[in-house]
């Protein structure tokens, strides 16, 4: 190779790195450095700031509340609940007299003691439950039985949406002798929630 190409071809490299110190050291007089600091070794002051939202931020610290059980049972339809229920009915029956299958008759759930049913033979997990099938406590059963009995043998995975579950307890509701009486501060809440509502 040619002696003075191969000088050419360095003369050229060593312009380049020169030219990219040159330009890296311009830059850092003008804007700072990448630590923070002026080019007279000042911190670095923003001359103008523009606010940018955090919308993650915003969305992630934002809790949406549903609406209660009370509330919702205020405006839940049995009729919408009774095909809620066809989910159950491989498991369970609702009617007056009806038999226990898989899981036991539901007819007069509401208001009853968890875990009793003549004749039907319960899982450890409700056996020993004190309380009742209360409007909240079927909720919380009907969205996710493993969470609320954990052990239970129940292999229903929950219903998610809480209108749903309103529907489906306002079904459950009316397969009674007697339908136990709503929350009585459903419509309260419910006004209360309307009122929100507008305000907003």
Not at 65 to 85: H, Q
């Amino acid at each position: 190779m040619d002696p003075l190409g191969s000088n050419k071809w360095l003369a050229a490299i060593l312009a380049s790195v020169l030219l990219i110190l040159l330009i890296n050291t311009y830059t850092d007089s003008i804007f700072g450095n990448s630590h923070g600091e002026g080019h007279d070794g000042g911190e670095l002051k923003v001359a103008y700031g523009i606010e940018v939202a955090e919308a993650a931020s915003a969305l992630e610290a934002t809790e949406i509340e549903a609406p209660s059980i009370a509330v919702l049972l205020a405006t839940a339809s049995a009729d919408k609940g009774a095909r809620e229920f066809a989910k159950c009915k491989a498991c369970h029956t609702a009617d007056a007299g009806g038999k226990n299958g898989t899981g036991p008759n539901l007819y007069n759930l509401v208001g009853r003691p968890i875990g009793n049913n003549e004749g039907f033979k319960y899982s450890a997990a409700l056996t020993g439950q004190t309380g009742s099938w209360d409007y909240t406590t079927l909720d919380a059963w009907i969205a996710s039985p493993k969470n609320t009995f954990p052990g239970t043998s129940m292999s229903f995975a929950g219903l998610k949406k809480p209108e749903a579950r309103a529907d489906l307890i306002a079904f459950l509701r009316m397969s009674a002798d007697s339908p136990v009486a709503l929350p009585s501060d459903a419509v309260e809440e419910l006004a209360q929630e309307i009122v929100e509502d507008v305000a907003h």
